[in-house]
């Protein structure tokens, strides 16, 4: 196959690769398919790593590496097929949206797809335009995923600072409870408490208790 309506002069990505140079994974077994994506996917900036099948994929470990990056997915494969491919990425860790690209789709296969979280679902031949559109969506959706999984990664690291009186005292904090009714509760003295509470902001890295109350709820503690 060749991808048709061939973009005279591709455009770059306008996402920031600079830091971290975006990856597409390209899964296809059919080596021509492979070959006309793979020109048009670097002509666009990006990085290009392709497999002739599925199971060749996952051997690789590649994604666990890739901090930025999406796969084109070809549905229908001999052995482990695009479906299959996509439940085994689900139990990983991997931050891999999938676009989907088939030569035989129809409205059920779309609809299953997209309801298992699929970015697109693209008929074969691919037109370029609409390809790296779709790349480009996914690349940023799996910036933001990735954004997400380190501030919750670094709000579990300052929660793991606190003692577990301190982690009592926030809980409370964030529920609005103030510190005469926090001491009340703890049965100590309203000066104890706003040692807990000063260390509490200290320890999660917050100027303010909106700032304390947003991690709280992204971390779901605190809640009545």
Do not use: W
Not at 55 to 74: G, M, S, Y
Not at 108 to 136: I, T
Not at 166 to 185: D, H, P, S, T
Request: hydrophobic fraction near 45%.
């Amino acid at each position: 196959m060749t991808t048709s309506d061939r973009l005279s002069s591709p455009q770059p990505s306008t996402l920031d690769t600079r830091h971290s140079p975006a990856t597409v994974f390209l899964v296809d077994d059919d080596a021509s398919v492979r070959k006309a994506l793979t020109r048009l996917i670097k002509s666009a900036g990006y990085q290009v790593q392709s497999f002739a099948s599925a199971r060749e994929f996952l051997d690789t470990h590649v994604v666990e590496v890739a901090e930025k990056a999406c796969l084109i997915l070809d549905i229908s494969m001999p052995g482990l097929n695009g479906f299959d491919l996509q439940k085994e990425l689900d139990t990983s860790s991997a931050i891999l949206p999938i676009i989907f690209i088939t030569g035989h789709g129809d409205i059920p296969m779309s609809v299953k797809a997209m309801k298992s979280g699929a970015v697109d679902f693209l008929p074969k031949p691919v037109k370029d335009k609409v390809l790296l559109a779709a790349v480009e969506q996914a690349l940023v959706r799996a910036e933001r995923e990735f954004g997400e999984r380190m501030e919750l990664a670094s709000v579990q690291r300052r929660l793991a600072s606190l003692t577990p009186r301190e982690r009592e005292v926030m809980a409370m904090v964030v529920r609005g409870l103030l510190n005469k009714q926090i001491a009340f509760e703890l049965g100590t003295v309203e000066k104890t408490v706003k040692v807990h509470r000063a260390r509490v902001m200290e320890k999660m890295e917050v100027q303010s208790l909106a700032e304390l109350v947003r991690i709280a709820e992204r971390a779901g503690i605190g809640e009545a």
